[in-house]
């Protein structure tokens, strides 16, 4: 069975850092990319990045946000700096199979940027 754990998430101030991880199994982590996305409060689901070899960013994390796997402890990482209050969201990872898309989700982990 996959599973997809978020953790990580929590208050921090703007301008702070936060690192997410996300612990995979049930499947051979290392042959699939992998992708984060994050849903604000009342809107719409928003791809934030991905991760095969190398790393794809949305315009708006990008020079902020950093992704990273381990494959020998198949857990896909996320890095934050510089966070801003409209990043404040539930984060989620997601496993991508090709002609498909994201087949799995986790339960997500909430981030809060506030002063």
């Known amino acids: 069975e996959v599973q997809l754990v978020e953790s990580g998430g929590g208050l921090v101030q703007p301008g702070g850092s936060l690192r997410l991880s996300c612990a995979a199994s049930?499947?051979?982590?290392?042959?699939?990319?992998m992708t984060w996305v994050r849903q604000a409060p009342g809107k719409g689901l928003e791809w934030v990045s991905a991760?095969?070899?190398?790393?794809n960013y949305a315009d708006s994390v990008k020079g902020r946000f950093t992704i990273s796997r381990d494959n020998a402890k198949n857990t896909l990482y996320l890095q934050m700096n510089s966070l801003k209050p409209e990043d404040t969201a539930v984060y989620y990872c997601?496993?991508?199979?090709?002609?498909?898309?994201?087949?799995?989700w986790g339960k997500g982990t909430l981030v809060t940027v506030s002063s």
């Open positions: 997601t496993k991508w199979t090709t002609d498909i898309g994201m087949d799995y």
């Open positions: 049930g499947f051979t982590f290392s042959t699939y990319a």
């Open positions: 991760i095969n070899s190398g790393g």
